[in-house]
């Protein structure tokens, strides 16, 4: 009876177990998912925060246009994003000028470390952002995303002819060794015709001398890279420079969604017509797609046929993780563990080349930046019905390379850098927020094509620097060999 009475009082015990556990089991799923949500909305609370303004923006912008508002009503709406505006421009010297000296240019300090592989490897990151500046130049002259929306706005040269093209180009060259480094944070030359066309004279014009800076950086950072112990102290100093004014970026990035939102509001409020310019950022999206999808299946499978002779489709094939990672996150650093396992894993791509290369891609190797950098100036320029003679072209071709190579790591890169090339190109950047209306789709969509770019760099390089592998890896058989024999 007893050992009746304990069988029945234990299976009663059970099921209330049971009952007990399956309440604590379904509050966990539920926490579980709360957690999931809340994770996602932390790690995406800025991109939330700007889509939220921008829609806020242009609801308060179609509003204000039904009231008759002068154009001094019109100042004091876009006044927060005026601030916006001179803030960024204020981090633009200190940001272009550290950001390049410690980032882009001490990775040469790794090209000399890896010899040819390094070389290699520096020269395709090069020639495939240069040829995406180039395809969105090309995309953005020939479509003209700009022209089908009519602005008021009239160049600022007013009257004075348009300067040619070779002049233009000693411009650049002048532009590019200024007699003055204090000088050219604040003014650059520019040749103006006098009134009888056949006298030239040279003026500095107001504005960032940007391609002097970079110049000067760049072989700055190249004679600190080489310098070695000699120059680590001046290496620390730039480094905590550019730490610092990261650290200001972030505080300021926080604020831009407010900022946007009222420069937003202002830009409809000014229209003469919303559905022109609805049209020209329709247009201007499409550009930058079709460019991006030039770059992507045509010219980088074609630089990979080329040198390999291999199927570029099997090679897009394993690294499909990759891309719809790099589409989601929209982060090439983010990116950069799953990426390393599909060029290790899938495709058995030496570990000297993917431990090289990729995180140095990430950070230099910006071709879907560049592109798209590229056809925002020039569809800021057709708004404003700015001409750009080839000389500007080339001008503006060098100051994207730099600026999406050397300034990959600020955080918001697309906004920052792009007032980076608007300042520099001199042109307005106040139409940046109707670039920011489409901006969370295109930044994903050039972000995978970074990625792809890194993805193929390595296959090329690795293949052009078979030797070289093949001696390294026998040393490293070697010597694995005789740590066994020690064992």
């Keep these: 009876m007893l050992e009746i009475k304990s069988g029945e009082a234990v299976q009663p015990e059970e099921n209330q177990l049971n009952h007990s556990c399956s309440e604590p089991l379904s509050q966990v799923m539920f926490n579980k998912k709360k957690w999931n949500i809340w994770t996602f909305i932390k790690k995406n609370a800025f991109v939330i925060l700007t889509m939220t303004a921008m829609a806020v923006g242009i609801g308060l912008g179609f509003a204000l246009r039904q009231v008759n508002m002068s154009p001094r009503e019109i100042m004091y709406v876009t006044f927060p994003g005026e601030l916006l505006m001179r803030i960024l421009k204020m981090m633009v010297l200190p940001l272009v000028i550290s950001s390049l000296i410690t980032g882009g240019f001490f990775s040469l300090a790794k090209v000399s470390t890896y010899g040819r592989i390094g070389l290699r490897a520096f020269s395709y990151y090069m020639v495939t952002t240069v040829i995406a500046t180039f395809t969105g130049i090309a995309l953005a002259v020939s479509i003209k995303p700009g022209k089908s929306s009519r602005q008021t706005s009239e160049p600022s040269g007013g009257k004075s002819q348009t300067v040619q093209s070779v002049d233009s180009f000693l411009d650049l060259i002048r532009n590019m060794l200024p007699s003055n480094l204090v000088e050219a944070c604040f003014k650059k030359y520019k040749t103006v015709y006098k009134s009888s066309g056949n006298h030239l004279d040279y003026f500095t014009s107001n504005g960032i001398n940007i391609l002097g800076l970079l110049i000067f950086s760049a072989a700055f950072g190249l004679v600190l890279s080489s310098m070695e112990s000699k120059g680590k102290p001046l290496r620390d100093f730039f480094t905590c420079l550019n730490e610092a004014i990261m650290q200001l970026v972030n505080i300021v990035i926080w604020y831009s969604p407010v900022g946007f939102l009222f420069l937003?509001?202002?830009?409809?409020?000014?229209?003469?017509?919303?559905?022109?310019?609805?049209?020209?950022?329709?247009?201007?999206?499409?550009?930058?797609?079709?460019?991006?999808?030039?770059?992507?299946?045509?010219?980088?499978?074609?630089?990979?046929?080329?040198?390999?002779?291999?199927?570029?489709?099997?090679?897009?094939?394993?690294?499909?993780?990759?891309?719809?990672?790099?589409?989601?996150?929209?982060?090439?650093?983010?990116?950069?563990?799953?990426?390393?396992?599909?060029?290790?894993?899938?495709?058995?791509?030496?570990?000297?080349?993917?431990?090289?290369?990729?995180?140095?891609?990430?950070?230099?190797?910006?071709?879907?930046?560049?592109?798209?950098?590229?056809?925002?100036?020039?569809?800021?320029?057709?708004?404003?019905?700015?001409?750009?003679?080839?000389?500007?072209?080339?001008?503006?071709?060098?100051?994207?390379?730099?600026?999406?190579?050397?300034?990959?790591?600020?955080?918001?890169?697309?906004?920052?850098?792009?007032?980076?090339?608007?300042?520099?190109?001199?042109?307005?950047?106040?139409?940046?927020?109707?670039?920011?209306?489409?901006?969370?789709?295109?930044?994903?969509?050039?972000?995978?094509?970074?990625?792809?770019?890194?993805?193929?760099?390595?296959?090329?390089?690795?293949?052009?620097?078979?030797?070289?592998?093949?001696?390294?890896?026998?040393?490293?058989?070697?010597?694995?060999?005789?740590?066994?024999?020690?064992?």
Excluded at 302 to 331: E, H, M, W
């Design 264 to 487: 937003l509001a202002g830009q409809i409020v000014k229209m003469a017509d919303t559905t022109n310019v609805a049209h020209a950022v329709t247009m201007y999206t499409v550009t930058v797609i079709t460019g991006l999808i030039i770059h992507s299946f045509i010219t980088l499978p074609l630089i990979y046929f080329i040198v390999t002779q291999k199927n570029p489709l099997r090679f897009f094939a394993g690294i499909l993780q990759a891309l719809t990672t790099a589409f989601g996150t929209s982060s090439s650093s983010a990116t950069l563990p799953v990426t390393l396992h599909c060029m290790e894993q899938n495709h058995n791509m030496d570990k000297i080349v993917t431990r090289f290369m990729l995180p140095m891609g990430a950070t230099v190797n910006m071709d879907g930046s560049s592109l798209y950098e590229a056809v925002a100036a020039l569809f800021i320029a057709q708004i404003h019905d700015i001409p750009f003679n080839f000389g500007q072209m080339i001008v503006l071709s060098l100051i994207v390379t730099a600026a999406s190579s050397g300034s990959a790591g600020i955080p918001q890169a697309g906004m920052v850098t792009m007032v980076i090339v608007l300042s520099s190109a001199g042109l307005p950047t106040e139409n940046i927020p109707l670039l920011l209306m489409v901006d969370w789709i295109l930044d994903r969509l050039r972000t995978a094509t970074n990625v792809l770019g890194d993805c193929v760099g390595v296959g090329v390089v690795q293949h052009l620097s078979k030797h070289e592998l093949q001696g390294s890896s026998s040393a490293r058989n070697n010597l694995e060999g005789k740590e066994m024999c020690s064992l």
